[in-house]
């Protein structure tokens, strides 16, 4: 692409097709390297051609605008608060900022009431498209606000209304995003309620089955001189279906960890990256790390691995720290973890009333008091 003239950095946040570098310009982050890097695979072919009018990993433009997918630094901190550095080093992390990033866009475009035009046919400059979901998340690039191009041209249907600073019009880009497959982003499912950091009821269905399910053990008790030592950071389950019964996803997303440790334990990472959800305790595991679900795939059937005579689902949700913090006190209780890599948290502490992110720390075990 040419040199643009002018900053475009929707809401203050991803800079896309900004004056780059002519290196940054012609830079683009191939499908393998995204993949490598944690981007489902369905997603990959968007995410690159996104890149392909952005940067490289370790690229950085004139107006600071950083990685792959040019977040701007204020965006940037928001959705990864470490260093810089760390940032342009870590093409996982880029990853993980850009599809949370994403799935915030998509949910303010369609609290716009912008996938409306999905099914509509889109004609400029000689080109005609039929609007897709992946046609929206292109265009937000100029913005997903309702004041902004995009809201013009909803409102309006007027491609030539709704340019930007370049004289660009958003149809351009309403046109070059259609047909990508962008589920990863936008979810298989119907979402759950949005709530202030944009969490929200992440089950779609029961997770096991409900014949004589019970709580055998809450979350967050100090369990020290009975089950093992420190604080609960799960909430165990059990039912009359007992060892062998299956246990769903309950969610959509891909798999970060099918172990064969101590608890033979399975991690799904929701398609936002914003959330973990953890099953513990397996008879079998049922799913490879890199797989993906959906919410009625089974992940583990019951068993006690770990806790030999108490057959039982451990379950555990693990929530980005710097989305804990956007929450405050609202959200209760919750354990630091290390990093992300880390998927069993600080038995040992005794939990932090106020959620703010510490340190390395990337997650942090939920509990939603009444």
Not at 179 to 190: A, H, L, M, P, R
Not at 333 to 358: I, Y
Request: charged share 15%; glycine share 14%.
């Amino acid at each position: 692409m040419g040199k643009r003239t002018t900053l475009s950095c929707m809401h203050g946040a991803l800079a896309l097709l900004l004056a780059m570098s002519p290196s940054a310009a012609m830079a683009q982050v191939s499908t393998a390297e995204l993949i490598n890097a944690g981007m489902p695979p369905g997603l990959a072919d968007f995410a690159s051609a996104v890149s392909s009018s952005e940067g490289n990993w370790n690229g950085v433009n004139q107006h600071g605008c950083a990685g792959a997918f040019q977040f701007c630094p204020s965006t940037r901190i928001r959705y990864h608060p470490s260093s810089l550095d760390s940032f342009l080093a870590n093409p996982t992390a880029q990853v993980s900022a850009y599809r949370r990033y994403m799935a915030d866009e998509w949910r303010l475009a369609t609290r716009n009431g912008f996938d409306s035009l999905i099914g509509s046919e889109v004609c400029w400059s000689g080109q005609c498209r039929t609007i897709t979901q992946s046609s929206i998340l292109k265009a937000c690039q100029f913005g997903c606000a309702y004041g902004g191009d995009l809201g013009i041209y909803h409102r309006t249907g007027d491609c030539d209304a709704a340019r930007d600073g370049n004289g660009v019009s958003v149809c351009t880009y309403l046109i070059r995003g259609a047909g990508y497959d962008v589920s990863g982003i936008t979810g298989e499912v119907k979402p759950g309620p949005v709530l202030a950091g944009g969490i929200g009821t992440c089950f779609d269905r029961d997770l096991m089955s409900a014949a004589g399910l019970r709580a055998t053990s809450p979350f967050g008790v100090d369990r020290t001189g009975r089950a093992s030592s420190g604080y609960h950071l799960g909430l165990d389950l059990a039912n009359d279906e007992g060892e062998g019964a299956h246990v769903y996803a309950g969610v959509p997303g891909t798999v970060v960890l099918s172990a064969a440790n101590r608890t033979n334990s399975v991690f799904v990472e929701t398609p936002d990256g914003r959330q973990r959800v953890g099953y513990l305790h397996g008879q079998a595991r049922r799913v490879a790390q890199g797989h993906r679900v959906l919410p009625d795939t089974v992940v583990i059937t019951q068993g006690d691995a770990g806790s030999p005579g108490a057959t039982h689902l451990h379950l555990e949700v693990h929530v980005a720290g710097e989305i804990m913090a956007s929450f405050g006190e609202a959200m209760g209780r919750v354990w630091p973890l290390e990093d992300r890599e880390n998927f069993f948290g600080s038995k040992g502490s005794s939990g932090l009333r106020r959620c703010q992110p510490r340190g390395r720390s990337s997650g942090s075990v939920l509990r939603a008091e009444p």
